[in-house]
């Protein structure tokens, strides 16, 4: 039986998905980035309390999207490397199972 139409990672898939990941962060950076605060006073008048518990809120989850952003940022060349050596370990054992030498 031959499976040679398997499942290949194309050339430069490692390069592409690399790419994909750091637009993704700048784009990510990019939203929160335009998160508009809240004012407490835009809660109402007689809850400013509530407003201000609010605002915090806002900013905390503007805080974690940048923070977030920012760590998908470290990810791209990570990604780029896994997916070159998931490539030759990859050809070596098809090379091996098609009766060639492979790698070790």
Same mark, same amino acid.
């Given at each position: ?9 194309? =050339?430069? #898939?490692?390069? !592409? &998905? ?6 993704? @962060?700048? +784009?990510? /950076?990019?939203?929160?980035? *335009? ?19 609010? =605002?915090? #809120?806002?900013? !905390? &989850? ?6 977030? @952003?920012? +760590?998908? /940022?470290?990810?791209?060349? *990570? ?21 060639? #030498?492979?790698?070790?």
């Amino acid at each position: 039986m031959d499976d040679s139409a398997g499942c290949r990672l194309p =050339a430069g #898939a490692g390069d !592409r &998905l690399a790419h994909q990941v750091a637009g993704h @962060a700048e +784009r990510g /950076a990019a939203a929160w980035a *335009g998160v508009p605060g809240f004012a407490p006073g835009a809660a109402g008048a007689g809850f400013g309390a509530r407003g201000a518990r609010i =605002a915090a #809120a806002v900013e !905390r &989850l503007r805080d974690r999207g940048r923070v977030n @952003a920012c +760590r998908l /940022a470290e990810y791209p060349e *990570g990604v780029r490397r896994q997916l070159d050596q998931l490539a030759v370990v990859d050809a070596g054992a098809a090379s091996r199972l098609a009766g060639g #030498a492979g790698e070790p």
